[in-house]
């Protein structure tokens, strides 16, 4: 079946340094769905994109659409310590029913000062 | 609106016992999901329903597990009987356009 992977499952970073998470996925995708979950708690949603090469930004969030519509990322700049927990991408896959989502594998976050 | 509301936050219970998940949607979202979180197998669906009608059981692990949607409002997810291995934080989520919002989850204990 479809699969999406993220990387890097884990990344460490100090204060004011970047993050980038990858997400690839083996098909093409109608759209992806980018979500935060917070240590302890519950996933998030923070964006959704359609377009082909599609950039949006949140503040310091930065997230990208492949041209092939097959790839996403997501880009903190300068990370705080409140940007610490897992992200995720989504996208909908098997059955082709829009409302249905895939979760990636999930990046997690570690932000030290 | 407050959200999607789960019910209990936390569960504790004996194998072979009997677990029922609640979820109440957000008022007007016609879609339902229930997930099922642990630190293997990562953030899993396995049931989702689209105007109260499941549409898609696949990732149900087995038998054990069933989910109802009397309404519009009302959600349940039901173990029976539980195992260890069930152990997990379960998800309900609603959308209505595609964006997905999550409830606080129901942390599972099997014992």
């Known amino acids: 079946g479809q699969q999406v992977m993220q990387i890097p499952q884990y990344q460490h970073v100090q204060e004011g340094e970047d993050f980038t998470t990858y997400c690839n996925s083996s098909?093409?995708?109608?759209?992806i769905q980018w979500y935060k979950q917070r240590p302890g708690g519950h996933p998030v949603f923070l964006i959704q994109?359609?377009?082909s090469g599609e950039v949006k930004k949140q503040k310091r969030l930065t997230f990208q659409f492949g041209e092939a519509k097959k790839n996403s990322s997501l880009h903190i700049t300068a990370t705080q310590t409140t940007d610490v927990g897992t992200y995720f991408c989504a996208g909908p896959w098997g059955s082709g029913t829009a409302s249905k989502l895939t979760f990636g594998t999930g990046t997690r976050l570690q932000v030290t000062l | 609106d407050a959200g999607v509301i789960q019910s209990p936050r936390h569960e504790v219970t004996e194998m072979g016992q009997e677990v029922t998940l609640r979820c109440k949607p957000i008022s007007g979202h016609n879609s339902l999901f229930w997930y099922r979180q642990t630190m293997m197998r990562g953030l899993e669906l396995l049931i989702y329903?689209?105007?109260?009608?499941?549409?898609?059981d696949s990732g149900m692990p087995e038998d054990r597990f069933s989910a109802k949607m009397p309404n519009a409002s009302f959600s349940t997810l039901k173990i029976q009987p539980s195992e260890p291995r069930d152990s997990a934080v379960y998800f309900c989520a609603s959308s209505l356009a595609g964006r997905q919002v999550f409830g606080s989850g129901t942390r599972l204990t099997v014992v």
């Open positions: 098909t093409t995708l109608s759209n």
């Open positions: 994109l359609v377009k």
């Open positions: 329903f689209n105007n109260n009608v499941p549409i898609d």
